[in-house]
């Protein structure tokens, strides 16, 4: 079975510091990890996803998240936060069938 | 260009009457998904299909229906509203490979009220 525990609900972080947003899995076969980013009132949009090869994955506007097998983990972060990083973040794990399976979301608030 | 769109996108129904959320997608997208979204409990599957004549339940379908007659759309129906179906949802789809790597492309969400 396929869960996804991301650590911390609401996130706040300053203008122009680290972003780190924490997602921890469980999977009993090999994971494919995704981060989907949703702004208010709209559907959800891939960040970033990892599936095979390279474990440091880059997705979009800057973002970047590293597959750790032993830790099962894939936490996503950003090194220098912009206001239009505010947002809700998802991380997924996909199984066969490519059903997904996901996290509660973390809330990101960027304080200027 | 190719997307997935969802109607209504608000709407408010009274308790026990039957409400269908219509989605489209213009992708050829075989598989098709329907979540749910609450305060919480973030994304939860309700009903998903691989491609025409296929229907699977998810996590959470009870009290939902969907039908798949063609590609593009997947309809979900509540038989009889619930105020405990107050939620925003979003259909989703992926490529018809239904490779377990594959993006889910999602629709804008239509946020439903039963009063």
């Known amino acids: 079975a396929q869960s996804v525990t991301q650590l911390g609900s609401h996130v706040s972080v300053s203008e122009g510091a680290l972003v780190l947003l924490r997602c921890n899995y469980s999977?009993?076969?090999?994971?494919?990890l995704f981060w989907y980013v949703q702004y208010p009132n709209q559907g959800l949009q891939l960040l970033l996803k990892?599936?095979?090869?390279?474990?440091l994955v880059k997705g979009i506007n800057g973002f970047e998240a590293e597959f750790k097998k032993s830790e099962t983990s894939f936490h996503l972060t950003k090194p220098s936060a912009h206001m239009s990083d505010a947002a809700e973040y998802f991380c997924a794990v996909s199984s066969t069938g490519n059903q997904f399976y996901f996290g509660t979301g973390t809330s990101l608030t960027v304080i200027p | 260009d190719a997307e997935i769109t969802q109607s209504p996108r608000h709407k408010i129904t009274e308790t026990g009457r039957q409400v269908t959320l219509a989605c489209h997608q213009t992708?050829?997208?075989?598989?098709m998904f329907w979540y749910r979204q609450d305060l919480g409990h973030g994304l939860r599957l309700i009903h998903y299909s691989y491609g025409v004549q296929d229907t699977n339940k998810g996590e959470v379908s009870d009290g939902y229906s969907v039908s798949r007659s063609n590609t593009e759309d997947l309809p979900l129906t509540l038989e009889s509203a619930a105020s405990s179906q107050t939620s925003v949802y979003f259909c989703a789809s992926s490529s018809q490979d239904g490779e377990a790597g594959d993006e889910q492309f999602f629709g804008p969400g239509t946020r439903l009220t039963v009063l």
């Open positions: 992708w050829n997208h075989n598989n």
């Open positions: 990892y599936t095979t090869g390279a474990t």
């Open positions: 999977s009993s076969v090999p994971p494919y």
